[in-house]
Each structure stands twice: as structure tokens, then as C-alpha cells.
């Protein structure tokens, strides 16, 4: 999830230094410019970030649903951009596929004797 913050930050910044160099070239007032013409500006961010989340969409969804997966399994979970992937944390703090797991969240089994197989205790 921070990489879409992280996108939509250099989304804004890029619009914003579009409008520095637009009025370097032109030899206007950056401030003077932005209240002339503060319903374009606005429109141009909002579009830029609307571009975003379209383009991250598939992602957003993803992360959306492996959140609640993971609250309706009292667990931290996340979601793995780069592997596309819902993870779930094991007792030892590494993140594990979702979809793979054998065993309960907290690695323990009713009546179980403290060894997990599993996560090789």
C-alpha cells in the first residue's frame, strides 16, 4: 500500500514541477499563475491521481481483501506487490503465501506439544 502513496506523491510532485517549469518559460508568477488558474490546476492533479489508482486498481483490490482476510483470522497480513500474492506473518516474523498455510495463525494445533512441523520448531 505505500507504494500507491508513494505514487501518487510523485504524481502530485511531477504536476507541481510542470507548473514550475511552465512558468519559468513563460516568465510568470508561479503563485499569481496557480490562483488565475486554480480550477485547471486542480483538475490537472485530479486527473494525474485518477490515472493512478486506475492503473493500480488490480492492486488496491488485492490489498483491500487480504486486509479483511486477515482481520477475519485474527493475523497480520499483507499484500505483495512484487509477488502478487496474499501473505500471512508466521510465529517467527516471516511472511508466509496465504494460500499455502497448513496450520492455525499463532502455529499452534489443539493438544499439541509445542513443535510445529510447519514452521520447523
Avoid at 492492486?59 to 486486509?67: D, G, K, M, P, R
Wanted: aromatic share 18%.
Amino acid at each position: 500500500m505505500w507504494l500507491f502513496w508513494l505514487y501518487e506523491v510523485l504524481g502530485f510532485l511531477a504536476v507541481v514541477i510542470a507548473i514550475v517549469v511552465y512558468c519559468h518559460v513563460r516568465k510568470v508568477g508561479f503563485w499569481s499563475f496557480i490562483w488565475r488558474q486554480l480550477k485547471w490546476v486542480s483538475l490537472a492533479i485530479v486527473c494525474v491521481w485518477l490515472l493512478i489508482i486506475i492503473l493500480c486498481w488490480t492492486h488496491l483490490y488485492h490489498a483491500t481483501q487480504c486486509y479483511f482476510r486477515g482481520v477475519s483470522m485474527k493475523a497480520n497480513t499483507k499484500y505483495s506487490i512484487y509477488l502478487s500474492e496474499c501473505q500471512i506473518e508466521t510465529p517467527r516474523g516471516s511472511y508466509i503465501p496465504i494460500d499455502r498455510t497448513r496450520s492455525l495463525p499463532d502455529g499452534s494445533k489443539p493438544g499439541d506439544d509445542g513443535s510445529d512441523q510447519y514452521f520447523g520448531d
